[in-house]
C-alpha cells in the first residue's frame, strides 16, 4: 500500500507543479485562454521548467527524495501565490467553436473509462525493454549516486529522462511511467481544446473551430493500440509527441 502511495504522490507532484508553474507563465504572457487550454497548455510548459530544475539539482548531486519534494512544495506554494494575484484572461467572444453536448459526453466518457485502465496499467511494474533496459536503467545508476556523475561515461539525460529521474527519486519506476502517462492523458485534451479554436487572418475565418473533428482526432489517438502502448511504459515517445503539439 505505502509503494502505491508513494506512486501516486510522485505523479501527483509532477502534475500539480508543472500546472501551476505553466499558469504562471500563461498568465505572464497575458494569453487569453479557457480554464482548460490554461491547465493543459500550462501542464506541459510547467513540466519543461520542472525538468530543467530536477536536471540542474541531479547535476549538482541533489538528485534526493527530499530536495525534489521539498522544491515541489516550494515551487507550488509560491505558484499557488502568484495565481492568487493575477486573474486570467478570457479569449474573445467567438474565439472557441463550442462542443455539442452530446459529443463532450461521449468524450469524456472514453477518456475516464481508458484514462483509467491506462493508468493500471502503467502502475504495474515496469517490464519493457525499452523502458525498464534502457531509460530506468539510467536513471536507477543517476539515482544510486545521487548526480549524473554515477555514470559519467553516460549521455546526459533529455527533458523526459530528468522527470523520470524526479519521479522516480519519489516513487520508483512506476512513478516515471506515469509521468508518460500524464503525457498520454494531455495530449487528446489538447487535440480537442486545438479543434475547438477559430483562428483568423487577413483574409477573414479560416477552416478551423472544428469542435467535434477536435474531439474525435483526440479519442483516434487515446485509442490508438500503439499510443497506449507507449504511453503505458518509460519511454519518452508520447510525451515528445505531446510537446510538439502543444508547441503547434
Known amino acids: 500500500m505505502s509503494t502505491i502511495l508513494h506512486i501516486l504522490l510522485a505523479a501527483t507532484l509532477v502534475a500539480v507543479t508543472s500546472v501551476v508553474v505553466g499558469k504562471v507563465l500563461l498568465r505572464w504572457a497575458g494569453l487569453a485562454l479557457s480554464a482548460l487550454e ?30 525534489f519534494t521539498s522544491v515541489a512544495l516550494i515551487l507550488i506554494a509560491a505558484s499557488a501565490w502568484s495565481l ?22 461521449f468524450f469524456g466518457t472514453v477518456y475516464a473509462v481508458f484514462g483509467t485502465m491506462y493508468l493500471i496499467v502503467a502502475m504495474a511494474p515496469e517490464t519493457s525493454a525499452d523502458g525498464a533496459g534502457f531509460h530506468l536503467g539510467r536513471v536507477s545508476v543517476w539515482l544510486h549516486g545521487f548526480s549524473f556523475r554515477s555514470a559519467p561515461d553516460a549521455p546526459l539525460p533529455d527533458g523526459i529522462e530528468s522527470l523520470f529521474v524526479f519521479a522516480s527519486a ?14 498520454l492523458m494531455a495530449l ?25 473533428a477536435g474531439a474525435v482526432a483526440g479519442m483516434l489517438v487515446l485509442l490508438s493500440p500503439i499510443v497506449a502502448r507507449v504511453g503505458t511504459i518509460a519511454a519518452p515517445d508520447v510525451a515528445i509527441a505531446c510537446v510538439a503539439f502543444t508547441l503547434f
Open 38 to 67: 490554461e491547465t493543459v497548455l500550462g501542464g506541459v510548459l510547467g513540466s519543461t521548467c520542472l525538468a530543467a530544475a530536477s536536471f540542474a539539482l541531479t547535476f549538482a548531486g541533489l538528485g534526493r527524495r527530499g530536495v
Open 84 to 105: 492568487w494575484r493575477t486573474n486570467r484572461r478570457e479569449p474573445a467572444a467567438g474565439v472557441l467553436s463550442k462542443l455539442p453536448l452530446g459529443w463532450g459526453l
Open 170 to 183: 519519489i516513487g520508483h519506476h512506476s512513478a516515471a511511467t506515469l509521468v508518460e502517462w500524464l503525457y
Open 188 to 212: 487528446p485534451v489538447g487535440m480537442m481544446l486545438y479543434g475547438r479554436r477559430v483562428l483568423l487572418n487577413g483574409l477573414g475565418q479560416n477552416n478551423f473551430g472544428q469542435a467535434r
